[in-house]
Nanobody
Framework: QLQPVESGGGLVQAGGSLRLSCTAS????????MEWYRQAPGKQRALVAR???????TYADSVKGRFTISRDTPKNTLYLQMSSLKPEDTGVYYC?????????????WGQGTQVTVSS
């Protein structure tokens, strides 16, 4: 079973903070990039942030300066620190783990965790 396990979602008021976690299966040496996506109600799933194996990060314009993606490589765990949350940040957040090519394991999605930001 290679599905990552997510946690940390919940209900928060606008302006508040939450931290999401995602733990990948297997050996961290086999893990390549890790990503967070968000699916807002009635919308398609969209990339929020990405971190490469060497720590390079990219963010969607809508979250720049408010969200921080990080990873703990020995623990094979991905984080998303979300601050200054807005109602439009509401949605189901999914992590995606990309394994290195030589493993032939492909990419795997977490089950999703709900984040609701009230105004």
């Amino acid at each position: 079973q290679l599905q990552p396990v997510e946690s940390g979602g919940g209900l928060v008021q606008a302006g508040g903070s939450l931290r999401l976690s995602c733990t990948a299966s297997g050996n961290s040496f086999d893990t390549n990039g890790m990503e967070w996506y968000r699916q807002a109600p009635g919308k398609q799933r969209a990339l929020v942030a990405r971190i490469s194996r060497d720590g390079a990060t990219t963010y969607a314009d809508s979250v720049k300066g408010r969200f921080t993606i990080s990873r703990d490589t020995p623990k094979n765990t991905l984080y998303l620190q979300m601050s200054s949350l807005k109602p439009e940040d509401t949605g189901v957040y999914y992590c995606k783990v990309l394994y290195r090519a030589y493993t032939n394991l492909g990419d795997h999605w977490g089950q999703g965790t709900q984040v609701t930001v009230s105004s």
